[in-house]
């Protein structure tokens, strides 16, 4: 994206995230997010709904995983840090800087622009 012998998306993510700022296109995303996180959803066993499961999964972390998700059309990529299970969930989710993140080298370092992660 920005220098092929040393490929970090930096700019290009400032860029996206310049472009989320602006209130016309911040609304079509939320818009968009609320769309789809309305939506019913469920587990199946072949033809008939997992109840149990299902339930497991209508949680804060999963709504949020999924808000998570749904960016990541949106910015190229996107990594989340689960955190610890504790009971049936995950209450440290968390989404890592993007500018951090080296997709092409599949790496994150904790500096920008880090040569090795």
């Not at 994206?1 to 939320?30: L, W």
């Not at 019913?40 to 209508?58: A, M, V, W």
């Not at 989710?93 to 790496?107: G, H, M, Q, V, Y």
């Amino acid at each position: 994206m920005e220098q092929g012998f040393y490929p970090h998306r930096v700019k290009a993510q400032r860029v996206y995230i310049d472009t989320v700022i602006n209130p016309h296109v911040h609304s079509c995303i939320t818009r968009m997010k609320d769309l789809v996180l309305l939506k019913e959803f469920g587990f199946y066993k072949g033809e008939t709904i997992d109840e149990k499961t299902t339930e497991l999964f209508k949680t804060e972390w999963f709504t949020n995983l999924m808000s998570y998700a749904l960016e990541t059309e949106l910015f190229g990529y996107t990594l989340i840090e689960l955190g610890d299970l504790q009971g049936n969930n995950f209450p440290n989710l968390r989404l890592l800087p993007r500018e951090n993140i080296s997709p092409d080298r599949e790496t994150f370092s904790n500096i920008t622009y880090q040569i090795s992660g």
